[in-house]
């Protein structure tokens, strides 16, 4: 069964530095998503991505947030300047039409 | 004021019984969803409905459109189903989807 996979599982990174969050959507998917959920929070929502260009962003996503789908496959998330707050589990998702959302597995960040 | 209730919060259950979970939404949707959250993290869509019933195995998922509550029930519960289950809305058609808190739930063998 496809599936929506990320990269890495958990990352640690220092205060400051740039980190890049990794999606593979599922393949014949037209719409792409970012979630991020802090500890003992509910799923909020980040970003929405259509037809190469951003669809929806939310107040949390600012300037130190970008999107990118470099090369049709994958499905990034640049954080340019970590701040202690951004430390959550960050999930992508996809969809094609006429279905749910599928949501990968999350990835674990940590700012120190 | 959140656009998405749930109740109960938590709630515990003994392995065999009949477990409903409910929810409340402010604003006008194209589409609901209940989705599960395990301890490990990972988010598994359930089911989506835009209208009336849905079934699949021990879970079954009701919408009311009139009254904007929607219920997940699960029949003979069993340990496994314990998890977060998350009730989450999206206005139109592929937005985003904007997540209720979860309902935590623990089901003792």
């Known amino acids: 069964e496809p599936e929506v996979t990320q990269t890495p599982s958990h990352q640690v990174t220092q205060m400051g530095q740039e980190v890049i969050l990794r999606c593979v959507p599922i393949?014949?998917?037209?719409?792409f998503y970012w979630y991020r959920q802090i500890l003992g929070q509910k799923v909020e929502f980040l970003v929405s991505?259509?037809?190469?260009?951003?669809?929806?962003k939310s107040e949390i996503f600012d300037d130190q947030f970008s999107v990118e789908r470099p090369d049709g496959s994958n499905f990034t998330l640049k954080i340019r300047s970590t701040k202690l707050e951004d430390s959550a589990m960050y999930f992508c998702?996809?969809?094609?039409?006429?279905?749910?959302?599928?949501f990968g597995p999350g990835t674990r960040l940590t700012v120190l | 004021k959140n656009e998405v209730e749930q109740s109960p919060q938590n709630l515990t259950a003994q392995e065999g019984e009949f477990i409903t979970i409910n929810c409340s939404y402010s604003?006008?949707?194209?589409?609901l969803h209940w989705l599960q959250q395990h301890p490990g993290g990972g988010i598994v869509s359930l089911f989506m409905?835009?209208?009336g019933k849905k079934k699949h195995g021990r879970l079954i998922a009701t919408i009311n459109i009139q009254e904007k509550h929607s219920s997940l029930h699960i029949t003979a519960s069993h340990p496994r189903d314990s998890a977060v289950y998350i009730c989450?809305?999206?206005?139109?058609?592929?937005?985003?989807?904007?997540f209720g808190p979860g309902t935590s739930l623990s089901v003792i063998p």
């Open positions: 989450a809305v999206e206005k139109t058609s592929y937005d985003k989807v904007i």
């Open positions: 991505f259509y037809n190469n260009e951003i669809s929806e």
């Open positions: 393949s014949n998917h037209l719409y």
């Open positions: 604003v006008g949707i194209s589409a």
């Open positions: 409905l835009s209208s």
């Open positions: 998702a996809s969809r094609t039409t006429g279905v749910e959302q599928f």
